[in-house]
């Protein structure tokens, strides 16, 4: 595709219930990854796929947090039994390599607990 | 913890003028810094990037500052026009690479005519 694409862009959901945000890389691009940014905060780092590497998953805030890869495209960030706290846009961005700073970014999908 | 600190949340400019945006960092291992642009509702945009052994970078309009000593970055761009409006965020990241940046909270910046 043209760009990083995001979905949901938006997600209304219930504290408790579990959501599951998409994210579909540029073609082509071997390194992907999460960040969320709180109102008033900058892109927190979530977790970094590279290749066939094992993630970097430092940065996931629970375990009620996890992200998969497959296939080396396509990524999916779940969260369990929500809370108010999570209620952020989650930023997907990927990259030719882990060694370039120029990360692209989808628009992001914004989840919302109630 | 906030490492990467942007203390200016925003910033007016008349057109034509020059813009500077700051950025200061406290973790002594950041080596590579970046800057991204973020316009609403859409994902941040890379503008220019900086290595430490580098003090200086520019590409075109923009221009990259980097004082080591002082931890301190700044973003120039000139001259500055209204579609630079936007949220600007300083980013950094240790051993040279890309792969877990660390991001100030932005700047806002608002080009007027």
């Known amino acids: 595709g043209a760009g990083v694409s995001q979905s949901p862009s938006n997600k209304v959901t219930e504290k408790g219930k579990d959501v599951e945000l998409r994210c579909d890389p540029i073609?082509?691009?071997?390194?992907l990854y999460w960040y969320r940014q709180s109102l008033g905060q900058g892109l927190e780092f979530l977790i970094y796929?590279?290749?066939?590497?094992?993630?970097?998953k430092s940065g996931l805030p629970s375990d009620r947090f996890s992200a998969e890869r497959t296939g080396g495209s396509v990524s999916t960030l779940t969260i369990q039994r929500t809370q108010q706290e999570d209620s952020a846009v989650y930023l997907c961005?990927?990259?030719?390599?882990?060694?370039?700073?120029?990360?692209?970014f989808g628009e992001g999908s914004r989840l919302t607990v109630l | 913890d906030q490492q990467v600190k942007q203390n200016s949340p925003s910033l007016s400019v008349q057109e034509g003028r020059i813009s500077i945006l700051n950025c200061d960092y406290t973790?002594?291992?950041?080596?590579?810094f970046l800057w991204y642009k973020k316009y609403p509702a859409e994902g941040p945009t890379f503008l220019i990037s900086i290595s430490s052994i580098k003090d200086k970078n520019e590409d075109g309009r923009f221009t990259v500052f980097l004082n080591k000593s002082a931890k301190h970055l700044s973003l120039h761009i000139v001259p500055s026009q209204p579609g630079d409006s936007a949220v600007y965020f300083c980013?950094?990241?240790?051993?040279?690479?890309?792969?877990?940046?660390?991001f100030g909270t932005g700047t806002r910046l608002q080009v007027t005519l």
């Open positions: 961005a990927s990259s030719l390599s882990w060694r370039t700073g120029e990360l692209f």
């Open positions: 980013a950094a990241s240790a051993g040279g690479t890309a792969s877990k940046l660390t």
């Open positions: 973790n002594s291992m950041f080596d590579y």
């Open positions: 796929f590279q290749g066939n590497s094992a993630p970097d």
């Open positions: 073609s082509g691009h071997t390194a």
